[in-house]
């Protein structure tokens, strides 16, 4: 299992950021050479940010973070779900590879994660929050909070349980370098009104084309958006925290998403709306502030071997991924030139998979008789009930009936710098034929290398209707391997 790791351009110097930072600094300072690390996650958060482009959105903190660090404008996760993108991101290695690809499928006895590696070379680790990994992911932590009582009235008390356990850890281990993965809950569905601060007009909300623009999708959007912007107000307490005990100098701290924003086309799909995330990296006078890379791609699968870069340390031949610390010491080197993402089961089963590059994309659906599969998560949103109601209607627009569409093409291909939404599949069309050609190539080569399993394989009943939405069984059916 050794992936080819050709992926940035280097010079024939060493590409670790540390060895870009004199020694001497770091003792005359009085701080540990080993930064510490604390990556911010939200749950489920598009693209919807100040910082990148939304301007009708309210996240003043994550903007700041970005003017004073890297934004990354061109990255991707893995998957478009929650435990298969995150244990993605903590192994360094695709869902499939672990066979953690079904939601809520947990890590085995035997499978490493950054908190592992970390510990080994001096860090002291820790997580709150939200984890979603397993119990053998969590015992690689020498400090869990099972709370889940950031969710509370607004404003957010000074003795929130969350932000007291935030503020113990990063107290207690100020001496010596910490990892700590601060997984939020924001915006995850359900939403509700009486718990958050109604503070984004529906009126200036950003509808995209393929959901019905109507008051009910409109407020659903913009209660979507005041949970990003409760999360912008936490993550600002807890940086403010790491302010005060000036730790911001000698502190590495990350923001990114699992997976798209929770509505339907987006999360659960191998579209960008699905498988984008922010990525911001801040360094207080280590990385250049202002800086944004959009030359080439950024996986996700790249994160664990990053951050064990940034700890001085290797990461593990299984690894898939290839450190970008590099890049956060000069922002004009290039990333991927293209990347891979999976969707497997989540309420619905399938089998799909893409490669994107910076022009084009290639989705595989291996269900193309049916209608795509969506969370029921999605399908019990009032985005979902006025899409149903126009379809009933007669009333869906093109992009609109795609959701819906059975049967759906087995390829879809998608001209990205012309068609950013990916509203129109060219697999038909002769002028794509051979680009479509060397895409599905290099996606059935990347299958190969990774041990990715036929889609006839690890199969699982699926839990909810795909035609209406409507959840069936309430438990997770078993899976079975042919």
């Known amino acids: 299992m050794n992936p080819k790791r050709n992926i940035y351009i280097m010079t024939g110097k060493c590409a670790c950021l540390l060895c870009h930072i004199p020694a001497w600094a770091h003792a005359a300072a009085g701080v540990p050479q080993k930064p510490n690390i604390i990556v911010f996650v939200a749950d489920d958060a598009g693209m919807d940010f100040g910082c990148y482009g939304n301007r009708n959105i309210h996240t003043p903190n994550i903007d700041k973070m970005a003017a004073g660090g890297l934004r990354f404008d061109r990255a991707f996760l893995t998957a478009p779900q929650s435990s298969p993108s995150r244990i993605s991101m903590m192994t360094g290695m695709f869902a499939h590879t672990t066979g953690t690809e079904d939601l809520h499928s947990p890590l085995d006895g035997d499978t490493r994660m950054i908190p592992s590696f970390l510990h080994e070379a001096g860090y002291r680790t820790g ?129 990114l998403s699992d997976n798209g924003m929770p509505f339907p086309r987006a999360k659960g799909t191998l579209y960008d709306a699905g498988i984008q995330t922010p990525l911001i990296v801040s360094w207080k006078g280590k990385i250049k502030a202002g800086g944004v890379h959009r030359n080439g791609l950024i996986s996700l699968i790249d994160l664990a071997p990053t951050l064990l870069d940034l700890a001085g340390t290797s990461a593990p031949q299984n690894m898939y991924g290839k450190s970008f610390a590099p890049l956060l010491h000069d922002p004009a080197l290039r990333g991927r030139d293209h990347i891979h993402a999976e969707r497997n089961w989540h309420n619905c089963d399938e089998y799909m ?71 129109n599949n060219v697999a038909d069309e002769q002028a794509y034929r051979e680009e479509g050609k060397k895409l599905v190539s290099l996606l059935l080569q990347w299958q190969e290398e990774t041990g990715d399993h036929p889609w006839w394989k690890r199969r699982r009943p699926d839990q909810s209707d795909r035609i209406t939405g409507f959840p069936v069984f309430p438990q997770r059916p078993e899976a079975w391997d042919d």
Not at 139 to 163: C, M, T, V
């Open 127 to 255: 997580v709150i929050l939200k984890r979603h990994w397993g119990e053998n992911g969590d015992r690689q932590f020498d400090r869990i909070d099972n709370g889940r009582e950031w969710y509370g009235k607004e404003p957010l008390a000074a003795s929130n349980p969350a932000l007291s356990r935030y503020r113990d850890f990063i107290g207690a281990n100020r001496e010596q370098p910490f990892f700590l993965w601060v997984g939020f809950t924001d915006p995850h569905r359900p939403y509700s009104a009486q718990d958050n601060v109604r503070q984004n007009d529906p009126d200036r909300v950003t509808v995209a084309p393929y959901h019905v623009d109507n008051p009910s999708t409109r407020r659903d959007i913009a209660d979507y958006y005041d949970e990003i912007s409760r999360m912008d107000r936490h993550i600002g307490l807890m940086t403010d925290e790491l302010e005060k005990l000036h730790l911001l100098e000698n502190t590495v701290i990350i923001f």
């Open 353 to 423: 998979r893409c490669i994107r590059t910076e022009k084009y994309k290639l989705i595989y659906n291996a269900y193309y008789t049916l209608p795509h599969g969506t969370a029921t998560d999605l399908s019990t949103s009032p985005t979902w009930y006025a899409l149903k109601k126009a379809q009933k209607e007669g009333t869906l627009s093109k992009a609109q009936q795609t959701i819906f569409a059975a049967p759906r093409p087995m390829i879809e291909l998608y001209d990205l710098e012309n068609d950013s939404l990916e509203l």
